[in-house]
């Protein structure tokens, strides 16, 4: 394991730069520090999903692993040339969503983010997972990366949306299906 922090802050980015793992010092802003930031914000909203109460134990299982593969994910989006994600990887997240969205009646309308805590906490995460998705492809655009790494955070996002639908009805709510103004 890496060097710990005894010291939380160091004044070393007071200059708008941050230093990678490999050592190199880049601008806050930058696509790289983008695409960690937005998987270290996922993370956090997955770690509100798992703070609900009464979470079903396949979902919070899932969860949790998933929470680890985001800080692999992170650390290899922070070193250039690191690929952590692999193939089994979104293929586990598949097999929990196949699972989850067994029991569940067919969509036929869009649902709006909300219905129970829980559940609108999953869509919170959904949403910025798919943030996540598009930093790392604008990374990727300028700088070889992983592809596996998109395939994961796709596929992540639509379990996320499952275990909205499935939170929704464990807690005793009711999705909310849009009414548009005009038909699409």
Request: net charge neutral.
């Amino acid at each position: 394991m890496g060097n710990r922090l005894t010291k939380i802050y160091t004044r070393t980015g007071d200059d708008g730069t941050t230093g990678l793992a490999s050592g190199d010092r880049v601008a806050k802003d930058c696509n790289r520090v983008e695409a960690y930031g937005t998987v270290d914000e996922l993370n956090s909203c997955i770690g509100l999903v798992l703070a609900t109460p009464g979470l079903p134990s396949s979902i919070r299982d899932s969860l949790t692993t998933v929470q680890h593969r985001l800080f692999d994910l992170g650390g290899e989006l922070a070193v250039p040339g690191r690929d952590v994600i692999i193939a089994a990887d979104t293929t586990d997240l598949e097999t929990s969503l196949d699972q989850l969205n067994a029991g569940l009646p067919p969509l036929k309308d869009f649902v709006l983010p909300g219905g129970t805590p829980g559940s609108a906490a999953c869509h919170l995460a959904r949403a910025v997972c798919r943030r996540a998705e598009r930093r790392v492809i604008t990374l990727q655009r300028d700088e070889a990366g992983n592809p596996e790494s998109v395939r994961y955070l796709n596929r992540l996002s639509d379990l996320l949306f499952v275990m909205s639908r499935v939170l929704c009805r464990v807690d005793g709510g009711s999705e909310v299906i849009w009414k548009p103004r005009q038909p699409l």
